[in-house]
């Protein structure tokens, strides 16, 4: 069990989960929350799959995921702002929509063979850092780079720039927003758009990336609610979704190493002689989503861990309140 | 305004709602649908045979060569139509599925995963006109609920034969076995395939990785990548897709792919022990119409031809990485393979003493060998085995809770 490859393996996986967990996260901040994250990035892993078979071209897949996916997005966007639907309902609605239309366009494909798949690059120069070169910089996929990137322009974009201002007003207290002539209804739209776009990247870094191929709901088997319930760790913040979203990436490969050796730092490894310890370590992420999302729907707390105080609620010009 | 909105948008629903219902009148009866599974219908006057499949029907490996077996009956049986359920999770789901079945008339259920076995004897004792077979578990009765399952441990043995010679060979002998549940299917073909390694290759050893399921592709790569990466040079895989030949290929070693012989297409698989069903199913099928089948307990051997190693069977070709292997490991296994297809290398020869388990315990002394129950059963399920299935044999670096 070496946790240089954990954590290089972690950092991996994990990028799935970070694209959709920044995804849901400009959607939440500006005040949308959007559950059907799982049912984006299954068509989203579908649409780049099936694309890159027909044209062996992945890259244009990626577009097409991202764009599927954003499309499907607006659905949830035209019930929530539009018609000021409860976004709950229309979100878990959302999910069955985008799994259903994966699933009948994907019929068959997973029989498909062999597909042009991203690249993967080692770093020159910075590969050879310790510790940090072998995990980061070390034969990784061309979506982990661009995971890197999105960290820091994300937080910049949202706390430095004057765009960003607006989006964090918009969910925060879209009437100011909104006296100050800012068009609520037009970002939220453009932020759910945007969730949508990175739902699909997320689900094209699976099929064409991380992990290969197309198989059915397994393919994201329930990746897209981890990254809701990140979005909540995470407090809103780019940087601590991508800490979150790495170490669920590592946990799912230290399920299986942490099998191999008897003995871990000198004291008897239980997970070595017992198989059933095994399903405990699986469950760990859905248990952690199910409490943070206890935690984020309680009034009180919500306040407390900084969600964006207009999450959830429809903005209704001239009603009073939010 | 805002009621306004809501009221545009529950008229349009209903709008819409009511095309659909109006399309849909139009069309056929609407199907049932039991949790999100669409039931098949029967044809009248036709024997109706269908089969619950725990993944889809083009997994590439367990489930596709269930449902091959399935078209197999179909095409050559007249008067017979088959129909099957892909993707069904074990447990109370599958019993709902089941049920529905029955009721919708079909005289042949075939269920393919282990964890149907409580549900399907379940539904057998509510449905005492219809034939219930369950693939690899441990229970029947002796009216309407028959078990079935192969001496797949013939085949994993000589693929451990070839795995031994080609690890050490490679000057690295250490295997890998993904294993999926802690089962005594699951023991005895690990312990197989041990006994076929230690045969080539006595220093070699054999690590394990439970993955606690028997189908997810993706979990499947990432259990491969984690025995690879702890220093496996050839991984077996006991899960249903052949995603271990995948990442064997990106690792530049080897992987050993199973049920199906469409599994073991690239350079980077060696062999892969697989299952035809077709005969079986037939067999079984023809039996149930004629009124002869005695469903029980159904363990056949290869020499029904239900059992293959890809590579040494007719017309099929060796794979690369055992072409290369020292011509007498290929002969040695060349005729072990001739002697189990003419049923005179059995299981019981593939576990006979003596054979020590991985703590220098003997478990077989020499001159005797396991018999059916041990082969199937753990001590605590009172079924009476002598030695049981509940050990790993020499060479496996992993133990059991």
């Not at chain 1, 078979?53 to 897949?61: C, D, E, R, V």
């Not at chain 1, 990140?230 to 490969?253: D, E, K």
């Not at chain 2, 693929?159 to 031994?164: F, S």
């Not at chain 2, 792919?257 to 067999?283: F, M, N, R």
């Amino acid at each position: 069990m070496d946790p240089i490859i954990i954590l290089q393996a972690g950092v991996a996986s994990g990028t799935v989960l970070l694209f959709a967990t920044i995804g849901e996260l400009f959607a939440e901040r500006s005040g949308v929350m959007n559950l059907g994250v799982e049912g984006m990035m299954l068509i989203g892993a579908m649409s780049a799959f099936s694309v890159a078979i027909a044209t062996s071209n992945p890259w244009l897949g990626v577009l097409v995921a991202m764009l599927v996916a954003g499309l499907l997005s607006q659905v949830h966007a035209v019930i929530t702002i539009q018609f000021q639907a409860d976004q709950v309902v229309s979100g878990l609605a959302l999910t069955f929509l985008g799994t259903g239309l994966s699933l009948v366009f994907g019929e068959g494909l997973s029989a498909a063979g062999a597909v042009s798949l991203l690249p993967s690059y080692t770093i020159p120069g910075l590969s050879v850092l310790p510790i940090l070169g072998p995990i980061l910089f070390t034969n990784q996929n061309i979506l982990v780079y661009l995971g890197f990137l999105t960290i820091p322009l994300t937080w910049y974009y949202i706390n430095r720039t004057r765009q960003g201002m607006h989006l964090r007003a918009v969910g925060e207290f879209p009437a100011a927003a909104d006296a100050l002539g800012i068009n609520v209804a037009r970002l939220r739209y453009i932020y759910v758009f945007v969730g949508g776009l990175f739902a699909g990247l997320s689900g094209a870094a699976i099929s064409l990336a991380i992990s290969p191929g197309w198989f059915s709901q397994l393919t994201t088997s329930g990746q897209g609610w981890i990254a809701i319930g990140l979005v909540i760790f995470a407090q809103w913040n780019p940087i601590r979704a991508a800490v979150g979203s790495y170490a669920f990436g590592a946990l799912r490969r230290l399920i299986f190493d942490i099998q191999g050796p008897t003995k871990i730092l000198g004291l008897r490894n239980p997970f070595f002689y017992n198989s059933y310890l095994g399903f405990f370590l699986q469950m760990l992420p859905f248990a952690f989503t199910i409490i943070v999302l206890v935690i984020g729907s309680r009034e009180a707390m919500r306040k407390r861990i900084g969600a964006p105080a207009a999450l959830g609620l429809p903005y209704i010009r001239g009603e009073r309140g939010l | 305004m805002f009621r306004n909105r809501l009221w545009q948008f529950a008229i349009m629903m209903l709008v819409f709602s009511l095309g659909l219902v109006a399309c849909a009148s139009t069309a056929e009866e609407a199907p049932e649908l039991v949790g999100g599974f669409e039931i098949p219908t029967v044809e009248e006057g036709s024997f109706n045979v269908a089969m619950v499949l725990i993944g889809p029907h083009d997994d590439g490996g367990w489930s596709q060569a269930h449902f091959e077996g399935l078209e197999f009956v179909e095409a050559n049986i007249d008067n017979v139509h088959t129909a099957f359920i892909e993707n069904v999770p074990e447990g109370a789901d599958s019993e709902q599925i089941f049920r529905s079945l029955s009721r919708k008339g079909f005289d042949l259920i075939f269920g393919t995963s282990f964890g149907y076995m409580d549900p399907m004897e379940t539904v057998a004792d509510e449905f005492p006109d219809t034939m219930y077979i369950h693939i690899s578990g441990i229970k029947s009765n002796t009216t309407n609920f028959g078990n079935l399952f192969g001496a797949m441990e013939n085949m994993k043995y000589l693929a451990g034969m070839l795995a031994g010679a080609r690890a050490q060979m490679d000057g690295n002998p250490k295997l890998g076995y993904m294993a999926t549940f802690p089962i005594p299917e699951e023991l005895r073909l690990g312990n197989a395939i041990a006994l076929g390694m230690r045969r080539t290759c006595p220093e070699c050893t054999m690590d394990i990785r439970w993955i606690n399921t028997w189908h997810d592709p993706i979990l499947e790569k990432e259990a491969a990548a984690s025995l690879f990466d702890a220093g496996a040079q050839v991984v077996f895989t006991g899960a249903d897709t052949p995603a271990v030949a995948d990442v064997a290929q990106e690792k530049g070693k080897w992987g050993v792919t199973y049920d199906w012989d469409g599994s073991c297409k690239i350079d980077a698989c060696l062999t892969a022990p697989y299952w035809v069903w077709g005969p079986v199913y037939e067999g079984i099928t023809q039996g149930v119409i004629d009124g002869t089948y005695q469903p029980g307990w159904d363990y056949f051997d290869a020499d029904t031809g239900a059992l293959g190693l890809y590579g040494f069977m007719e017309g099929e070709t060796l794979q690369p990485g055992v072409a290369e292997l020292p011509a007498e490991v290929i002969a040695e296994v060349r005729g072990l393979i001739a002697a189990t297809l003419a049923g005179s290398f059995t299981r019981f020869d593939v576990f006979s003493g003596p054979i020590y388990d991985n703590q220098g315990n003997l478990i077989v002394p020499a001159g005797a060998a396991l018999e059916q129950v041990d082969l199937d059963a753990f001590p605590e399920f009172d079924l009476g085995c002598e030695y049981c299935m509940k050990w790993w044999a020499e060479g496996i670096t992993a133990e059991l809770p």
